[in-house]
């Protein structure tokens, strides 16, 4: 068995309880999926969703790099969420608040096509909340073009680190301002496509904007 994953550079701040890992997922929808393709990195930006102890990532059938993975890759998956701009005496000294995450494994494929469905039904409500009760149903060839993957999260093969908090206390004071510059992303109104004007915006919708970008 090989031993858990650590962080060794400012280890106070790795974080060990897995809700602390399903928080930072649960967060925010976009992670970077990383492996190597032919010897050569690759690394692209995905949607996903946490679904209990596995990540559902999705794209399509004809990508490659995606069949790749798909075929038992090893891979990784990293999401982080920038809270805040430390200003400190020093531009050395300052630093950032963030929350960030690594999930280490082997994408596996979801074939069944029910399965598939069901997992397409969890991304997209992870999306839209609701939004499938207000559209027409995936048709099979839709669901077929879909490559559909689940990364497993295993114990000792993920990662969290956090930084909270302002600036540390300087050598010497040098009278330079000091503090935090908080950050957030948040959902604006939705603007409607000119074929929707004057329709009401769906419960889906209004969800997503309430939510900002967190899944949950």
């Known amino acids: 068995m090989t031993a858990p994953r650590t962080i060794r550079r400012l280890g106070e701040r790795s974080r060990r309880e897995r ?20 010897g050569q990195p690759w690394v692209v930006p995905m949607l996903y969703v946490r679904d209990g102890d596995r990540i559902l990532l999705h794209g399509s059938t004809g990508a490659g790099a995606l069949r790749h993975v798909a075929a038992g890759a090893p891979a990784a998956l990293s999401v982080v969420h920038l ?14 608040n963030y929350r960030s995450a ?18 397409l039904t969890r991304v997209s409500d992870a ?3 609701g939004r499938e009760a207000e559209v027409e149903p995936m048709s099979a060839r839709e669901v077929a073009a879909t490559q ?14 956090v930084r909270t ?7 010497r004071p040098t009278g330079a301002w000091t503090g935090v510059v908080p950050l957030r992303v948040v959902a604006d109104e939705p603007v409607p496509d000119p074929s929707s004007a004057g329709e009401p915006v769906p419960a889906s919708v209004q969800e997503r904007v309430r939510r900002g970008v967190s899944a949950v």
Do not use: C, N
Not at 19 to 38: F, I, Q, Y
Not at 85 to 93: K, Q
Not at 148 to 158: D, N
């Open 83 to 96: 809270d805040a701009v430390v200003v400190a005496h020093s531009t050395f000294d300052s630093s950032a």
């Open 102 to 119: 690594v999930v280490y494994g082997t994408l596996r494929p979801i074939l069944d096509p029910e399965g598939r469905r069901v997992a």
């Open 19 to 38: 809700a602390e890992l399903d928080a930072v997922l649960d967060a925010g929808l976009v992670g970077t999926l990383s492996t190597v393709v032919d």
């Open 148 to 161: 559909v993957m689940q990364l497993e999260v295993h114990e000792g093969e993920w990662l969290v680190k």
């Open 165 to 171: 908090g302002g600036p540390g206390e300087p050598v």
């Open 127 to 129: 999306i839209l909340p």
